[in-house]
């Protein structure tokens, strides 16, 4: 594929972008609901608007100034409302609601993956459609599976923290759930100093892999 200018570049990511984070926070919001908590179905955040969901610094200046950059991309939206007492079994059902997220984006991955097979398919013959399709999808595999690994990570808060919390014993549950006020600084570090990207691709490239080789691409 050719090199993309800056403007192509961000068109070409603005939605996988969107949607991997809008979709990301509503499979929580939706097996939240399903497990016993209406929190976020009652403040209108079940909906694939993005609107509902954009985090001004995390869904548009930080991946639009890494984008740019041409570097590690990742991003974050305002994080759907659950209340863990409503739930019918506090501690696994937040388990199962922090494991959502990722798998939603590992399902987009896949979707994408079927829009970049429809571009391949079609490169010869509709070759308007098929280039947005190949490089949309390329941008959508790669963003979901950044973001379900990201999210993987166990830090509290991310969703990753959240699992391990709940399957840890109430005691050291309690003791690692005291990280989350540090979470985020200690992810912006890990950043800043060049290691979360060693963290993220290795297992990012292996299921880019595994993906391409099970559609063919």
Sequence with gaps: MEELTTVQRLAVWALPILFAITVHEVAHGWVARRLGDPTAYMLGRLTLNPIRHIDPV??????????????????????????????????????????????????????????????????????WVALPLLYMGFAGITINLVLMVLNLLPLPPLDGGRVVAGLLPDRLS????????????????????????????????????LLFNLLGL
């Excluded at 501690?91 to 959502?100: N, T």
């Excluded at 990280?179 to 990207?197: F, K, R, S, T, V």
């Design 58 to 127: 995390g869904t548009v200046l930080v991946p639009l100034a890494l984008t740019l950059m041409g570097g590690f991309i990742f991003g974050w939206a305002k994080p759907v409302p659950v209340t863990w007492e409503n739930l019918r079994n506090p501690k696994r059902d937040m388990v199962l609601v922090a494991a959502a997220g990722p798998l939603a984006n590992l399902v987009m991955a896949l979707l994408w993956a079927l829009a970049m097979k429809i571009g391949v398919l079609l490169a010869d013959t509709v070759h």
């Design 174 to 209: 309690w003791r690692f759930g005291r990280l989350e006020p540090y979470g985020l600084m200690i992810l912006l570090a890990l950043l800043i100093m060049g290691w979360l990207g060693h963290l993220i691709w290795p297992p990012v490239s292996v299921l880019q892999g």
